[in-house]
């Protein structure tokens, strides 16, 4: 079992910069590629970004390159989403999630074994 907590979401004007962090504690080892998704309302949960916690290798949604960085730390079992320059359009749940087998290039949620319960993120414009 891999349990996982987010944190530093919160309410930021637009062009602002958040750091959101992925705790994770369990069997941490085990999980190969951390991933944020994003859930706004009435709208279906999508994929932000994953990084290879090994590698290092990582991917991006189109409309977030250039301005969300996901990085991990190994040591400390974490795993981060530096975003810059937000939008309005970036207001949703943001969740963590683990996947013990899949890759950074597979952006189907289905493929994460372990999920966070989601830290709100709210960009004023």
């Known amino acids: 079992q891999v349990q996982l907590v987010e944190s530093g979401g919160g309410l930021v004007q637009a062009g602002g910069s958040l750091r959101l962090s992925c705790t994770a504690s369990?069997?941490?080892?085990?999980?190969?590629?951390m991933g944020w998704f994003r859930q706004a309302p009435g709208k279906e949960r999508e994929f932000v970004a994953a990084?290879?916690?090994?590698?290092?290798?990582?991917k991006y949604l189109d409309s977030v390159k250039g301005r969300f960085t996901i990085s991990r730390d190994n040591v400390k079992n974490t795993a981060y989403l530096q975003m810059n320059s937000l939008k309005p359009e970036d207001t949703a749940v943001y969740y963590c999630?683990?996947?013990?087998?899949?890759?950074?290039?597979?952006?189907?949620?289905?493929?994460?074994?372990?999920w966070g319960r989601g830290t709100q993120v709210t960009v004023s414009s």
């Open positions: 999630a683990a996947s013990l087998a899949g890759s950074v290039y597979d952006t189907s949620d289905a493929r994460y074994n372990y």
């Open positions: 369990g069997r941490t080892i085990s999980a190969s590629v």
């Open positions: 990084i290879n916690r090994r590698l290092g290798a990582t």
